[in-house]
């Protein structure tokens, strides 16, 4: 099953906000732009687990 397809049935389990796919053609992880956690895709499998997330970097690039 594509993920864009299961994405709808897949919620942050921080905050159960809507998830957003990181890498188009290749995805490689889940964001949730509420709470800026990252959820690593591993195998094609979303680890939507809080120990496994990560805290995405918002601050600007220099
Ligand atoms: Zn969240």
Redesign the pocket.
């Known amino acids: 099953m594509e993920l864009k397809a299961i994405l709808s049935y897949l919620?942050?389990?921080?905050?159960?906000?809507d998830?957003s796919i990181e890498g188009e053609d290749h995805p490689s992880a889940l964001l949730?732009?509420?709470?800026?956690?990252r959820y690593p895709i591993q195998d094609g499998i979303p680890l939507l687990l809080a120990s496994e997330a990560q805290a995405i970097d918002t601050q600007p690039k220099e």
């Not at 919620?11 to 906000?17: D, E, I, L």
């Not at 949730?32 to 956690?37: F, G, K």
């Open positions: 919620a942050c389990p921080s905050c159960h906000g998830l949730c732009a509420n709470c800026h956690l």
